[in-house]
């Protein structure tokens, strides 16, 4: 019987051994802090058929149901944008540019508000000169959201990182902004 109790009492202690050894790790989990950070807007208009002259943004794509100058109904699904959208650094539409958005957004949902972003900001400035390539999924609907920072040239060569987005304003189907914050974890 002593025996046996001495094994029951090794036994529960090398479980508990176990137990303990695999909850800790030791280490607390590393955060990583950007080594570049900015924050940057992108002001779209999109054309409607009658603002030719200020619009930045074009369907090119549409389902049959739909046209080249309305965004599909609720949900824009099937809707294929391209855009070559003023970059500033604040949210005013009519602040000097520091470069340009140019990419394409597709609308890939239909049961809700989302589109697929690719695109990249072409800056050239005085202070800023290259390009950062964006990708990602965009919950519209959400109030903030991120995407990848796949690669960049110049001043940003091989740079990788997050950018965080949000809907700074919009008005109707024709203009929205998109305040950008992004965030640069690998830098060369």
């Known amino acids: 019987m002593g025996a046996s109790r001495s094994l029951v ?26 080594c570049k950070q900015m924050v940057l807007y992108f002001h779209d208009v999109l054309y409607n058929g009658k603002n030719a002259a200020n619009a930045t943004s074009a369907i090119v794509g549409a389902p049959q149901w739909g046209n080249l100058t309305i965004l599909a109904d609720k949900l824009h699904f099937g809707n294929v944008v391209v855009f070559d959208d003023p970059i500033t650094l604040d949210n005013n ?37 290259g390009t950062l390539n964006f990708i990602g999924a965009d919950p519209i609907m959400v109030k903030t959201r991120d995407i990848t920072v796949v690669s960049g040239t110049g001043d940003f060569f091989m740079h990788r990182g997050i950018a965080t987005i949000m809907t700074d304003s919009y008005e109707g189907d024709v203009y929205f902004r998109l305040r950008v914050d992004i965030k640069l974890y690998e830098c060369w």
């Open 93 to 129: 539409f009519h602040s000097k540019p520091i470069g340009r958005a140019q990419g394409l957004y597709l609308y890939d949902s239909k049961s809700s508000f989302t589109s697929w972003l690719g695109f990249t900001f072409v800056l050239n400035t005085t202070d800023i000169q």
């Open 9 to 34: 009492v090794l036994l529960f202690l090398f479980l508990m051994l176990i137990s303990f050894s695999s909850a800790y790790q030791g280490k607390k989990k590393k955060q990583y802090k950007p």
